[in-house]
């Protein structure tokens, strides 16, 4: 007769045999006494090796779990957790572990029962998810996130051993261009290629990161000292950024560098990193292709700056701008022929702010194209008013920023503001600055030659200053190039009156009319009709005046 609890007991290893998971029962002391083929195959084991074996054998942190060897489990007993078993080959395998106590069995003492899987592929998820999490996808370099971790452990060590730490921000000039005229996929590659270098170049305690579309930054866990940094971002800046050749096209690449030291520019890593971010446009404003060290008067300007800005904002919203307009003279009729609108702010709580000031904050705080349009559409509604007045038409000159000349809307603005004032296309003027040549977006060409195609005329303002050649000029539908007054006013210089002699030939030979700003001297009136410009404007014949009295101007100067 078979003995029923023989066969229960039979049962009963073979479901734990088949279990996929490893079972292990001990006894008090936590010596194995049962081992299923899944736990033999996990540590590597023969199951007859197991038995007998104590479970700290195969426990890889028994030290930590078992002091002496005694029969600790007990205070375990319910835990789950993951842990480390340690194979026969010496590697070891990650687990999650489940201890349950048995309880006595006729008198002998409880023992444990220990269930356990490998979570090698758990543990492989939750790196690539952490990998994914803290690093950049391009360029697989360390992200913001990853950075300020960084930077918090480096910190704290600097703290502890008084050391010095340095964080450089470093941005690509005009990497957009790269973008924008030769693709996406050419402007991913460079990066990848400038990760690459900056990787080569840095030493090995040193970290490199990338914090967002061409910003990368490096901390320096040993800079050394001043001078020594100065030299090996001078080494940064010839061998990382040395010219790069994509599909064909050489890329000569420059970039714009931020620096700061720890602990004298910051403690802690927001800080860093803001007044590194003020460095870095420190680097920009002085031409790009530059480093700059922060000081604190940058973070005094910049604070002025942010509340410049807030200020703005509150003009435009409360209408506290302006515009005057100056009359443009023809120099062989000395009649007016047109007037350029210029912005005015007269703060209540700052006083009158000059445009070099709010243009600018205007431009970096997001609000130049609310300014443009609220120009372009005063401007136009006033010259309807003023050309009324006067019986004859007049051209009307108004200054865009290269980002309003990015983008279809814009186009949509000059049209309807000069339908809604009723003048004619062709009294339009839209005057551009020479920088804008030189920088060349596709987008903006044909920004410009859709406003030819309206009829609205393009001026090249503040001629000279920059670096225009011929080539420039041949390339962008110009009709009118406007002299810097800075030549004007110092036209009794050989050199000055050469480049004026230069840009009236050179823009006539083209079919442009040449316009001269800044005349404040009957002589320099008198050289430049000798010279033949076309026409001029200035505080010889008058300064900026409100719409109210432009017409009473106009009239006054053209009896003259």
């Not at 106590?101 to 790196?127: C, N």
């Not at 009118?480 to 006013?489: G, N, T, Y």
Request: net charge negative.
């Amino acid at each position: 007769m078979t003995d029923p609890g023989a066969e229960s007991d039979a049962l009963a290893g073979a479901i734990v045999d088949s279990i996929p998971f490893s079972i292990l029962a001990t006894d008090a002391s936590g010596r194995i006494r049962i081992a299923n083929p899944a736990a033999a195959a996990l540590v590597g084991r023969e199951q007859c090796e197991l038995v007998g074996r104590s479970l700290v054998e195969i426990d890889g942190a028994e030290r930590q779990r078992y002091p002496d060897g005694s029969p600790v489990l007990a205070h375990e007993a319910g835990n789950e957790a993951e842990w480390t078993y340690r194979r026969e080959d010496g590697t070891t395998v990650p687990v999650y572990e489940a201890i349950v106590p048995l309880a006595p069995d006729e008198g002998a003492a409880g023992g444990f029962l220990v269930v356990a899987f490998d979570i090698s592929h758990r543990i492989e998820d939750r790196r690539r998810v952490e990998h994914v999490a803290t690093h950049d996808s391009l360029t697989n370099l360390p992200n913001r996130s990853l950075l300020v971790r960084h930077l918090d452990q480096a910190l704290e060590r600097a703290e502890r051993s008084s050391l010095d730490l340095a964080l450089v921000l470093l941005d690509l000039d005009h990497f957009k261009r790269v973008n924008d005229s030769l693709g996406h996929h050419i402007g991913d590659e460079l990066l990848i290629v400038v990760a690459e270098r900056l990787l080569a170049w840095s030493g090995t305690d040193d970290l490199v990161a990338r914090l967002g579309g061409d910003e990368f930054v490096i901390v320096f866990a040993e800079p050394g000292s001043g001078a020594e940094l100065d030299r090996r971002l001078e080494e940064l800046m010839a061998d990382v950024l040395a010219p790069v050749v994509l599909h064909g096209y050489e890329l000569a690449v420059t970039a714009s560098l931020g620096a700061v030291r720890f602990p004298a520019d910051g403690r802690d890593p927001g800080a860093l990193l803001k007044h590194v971010d003020i460095a870095l446009d420190q680097a920009k404003a002085a031409g790009r292709n530059a480093i700059r060290w922060f000081e604190p008067q940058m973070l005094v300007d910049n604070n002025d700056r942010l509340a410049l800005s807030a200020a703005l904002r509150q003009a435009l919203d409360q209408d506290e701008l302006s515009l005057v307009y100056q009359p443009q003279v023809d120099l062989g009729t000395g009649e007016v022929v047109g007037v350029e609108a210029l912005a005015r702010w007269a703060s209540p709580s700052l006083g009158p702010v000059p445009p070099d000031r709010f243009i600018p904050v205007a431009e970096d705080g997001g609000m130049i194209a609310e300014l443009g349009a609220w120009v372009l559409t005063t401007a136009c509604a006033a010259l309807a008013r003023v050309q009324e007045q006067l019986g004859r038409p007049l051209r009307l000159a108004v200054n865009v920023s290269p980002r309003q000349l990015r983008g279809q809307a814009w186009l949509e603005e000059i049209a309807t503001a000069i339908a809604d004032a009723g003048i004619e296309p062709s009294q339009l003027e839209v005057e551009i600055t020479e920088g804008l040549l030189i920088e060349d977006h596709g987008d903006v060409v044909a920004t410009l030659q859709s406003l030819r195609s309206l009829g609205v005329s393009i001026v090249i303002d503040d001629f000279g200053r920059g670096y225009s050649s011929l080539a420039y000029l041949t390339r962008f539908p110009i009709d009118r190039i406007k002299i810097d007054r800075s030549f004007v006013q110092e036209i009794d210089s050989a050199e000055n009156a050469a480049i004026v002699d230069a840009i009236i030939v050179m823009a006539h030979a083209l079919g442009m009319t040449v316009v001269a700003e800044g005349v404040e001297t009957a002589e320099q009136e008198q050289y430049l009709r000798r010279r033949g410009c076309d026409e001029v404007q200035g505080y010889l014949y008058s300064p900026g005046v409100p719409a109210g009295s432009l017409g009473m101007v106009a009239r006054a100067l053209s009896r003259q």
